[in-house]
């Protein structure tokens, strides 16, 4: 991976209460194109910026410093931490979110976890979507992003087969989700470990939210 290009956005701040970054969120943009993603991103008026973008041919670029607060996350929680800026990484992948994450982006991003992982010591279950955290809100990097690849490689976490036929709320409070309307953090928990599951509650869902809360809740 090449040194990523350093776009400085105005957009950032200490983080709060001197914490370390023990988080990454991943994004898409959901704008056109790189271009208009980094204007958005280091544009005042916006009040948004990430750490990194990774383009589709694998550009990396850097907006702001490991050690400062990007504005990514917004509004949201994750196992019960709050004011995620201040825990976090973000990496936002350029895509509209209706395509699927080209191999060379793939590739960068693999290895750029790699490095926040061993320079941040942050564990591959901390890393997280951003519809995770904000399920109410978000939906990205959704259904089409491969987290699977990733856990192969220990960049995130994914269960090793289903559980018990336990109750899915029990199971969403216990890995991390926030409080959202029911059918929001089901579509946010399949994004991440049932992607090709639609309609109502089903007892795949169940049996898998009891795998991935036995293992990391």
């Known amino acids: 991976m090449l040194p990523p290009i350093w776009y400085p956005s105005p957009n950032f701040g200490p983080r709060r209460d001197r914490l370390r970054p023990s988080m990454i969120v991943l994004h898409y943009t959901g704008m056109r194109d790189t271009a208009e993603a980094l204007a958005r991103l280091c544009d005042p008026v916006a009040e948004v910026s990430a750490h990194y973008v990774i383009a589709p041919d694998g550009q990396l670029w850097q907006l702001v410093a490991e050690e400062d607060r990007a504005w990514h996350a917004g509004a949201g929680t994750w196992q019960g931490r709050e004011d995620i800026n201040s825990h976090a990484i973000?990496?936002?992948?350029?895509?509209?979110?209706?395509?699927?994450?080209?191999?060379?982006?793939?590739?960068?991003?693999?290895?750029?976890?790699?490095?926040?992982?061993?320079?941040?010591?942050?564990?591959?279950?901390?890393?997280?979507?951003?519809?995770?955290?904000?399920?109410?809100?978000?939906?990205?990097?959704?259904?089409?992003?491969?987290?699977?690849?990733?856990?192969?490689?220990?960049?995130?976490?994914?269960?090793?087969?289903?559980?018990?036929?336990?109750?899915?709320?029990?199971?969403?409070?216990?890995?991390?989700?926030?409080?959202?309307?029911?059918?929001?953090?089901?579509?946010?928990?399949?994004?991440?470990?049932?992607?090709?599951?639609?309609?109502?509650?089903?007892?795949?869902?169940?049996?898998r939210a009891a795998a991935v809360a036995a293992q990391i809740g």
């Open 90 to 207: 973000g990496i936002e992948l350029s895509n509209t979110g209706a395509q699927p994450f080209p191999e060379p982006q793939m590739r960068v991003l693999e290895a750029l976890l790699g490095q926040l992982r061993q320079r941040w010591n942050i564990p591959s279950a901390a890393v997280i979507a951003h519809s995770d955290m904000a399920p109410e809100r978000k939906e990205d990097p959704g259904p089409r992003f491969d987290w699977r690849r990733l856990a192969r490689q220990d960049l995130a976490f994914w269960p090793e087969g289903f559980g018990a036929d336990l109750p899915l709320a029990s199971s969403l409070d216990k890995i991390g989700y926030p409080p959202a309307p029911p059918e929001k953090r089901l579509q946010a928990f399949r994004f991440r470990f049932l992607p090709t599951v639609t309609g109502a509650e089903t007892l795949a869902d169940r049996r």
